[in-house]
């Protein structure tokens, strides 16, 4: 089973900054694409940042400049730094994995399947 974990969220001023942090952890082989979703009340779900095993970045209009996300592939971590935090920014934020979990390891072979997994959430609040 794999498992991401989101921190780092909270209260901020506009124009403040926040820095989110995911970390997945379980039976991972290879990580393809993690990245960051953002779903405000009311509103579906939408993209934020991505970033590929190749260190390709996809980022939202909405938030190019601002918003910066980067990787630490050997801890399995994926980060979002937010500045000129706005209150359209309020939303809960969470992290995706795009990732090849083991399913089996018998010690000669060894099993993967690809999967999609999504951490619970962490709320952000710009607000004055």
């Known amino acids: 089973q794999v498992q991401l974990v989101e921190s780092g969220g909270g209260l901020v001023q506009p124009g403040g900054s926040l820095r989110l942090s995911c970390l997945a952890s379980g039976n991972i082989l290879n990580i393809d694409s993690m990245g960051w979703y953002r779903q405000a009340p009311g509103k579906q779900r939408e993209l934020v940042a991505t970033?590929?095993?190749?260190?390709?970045?996809n980022y939202a209009d909405s938030v190019k400049g601002r918003f910066t996300i980067s990787r630490d592939n050997a801890e399995n971590t994926v980060f979002l730094q937010m500045n000129s935090l706005k209150p359209e920014d309020t939303a809960t934020y969470y992290c995706y994995a795009d990732l090849d979990e083991i399913t089996s390891d018998s010690g000669d072979t060894l099993s993967y399947a690809r999967m999609d997994y999504w951490g619970k959430g962490t709320l952000v609040t710009v607000s004055s």
């Open positions: 970033m590929n095993r190749l260190s390709i970045t």
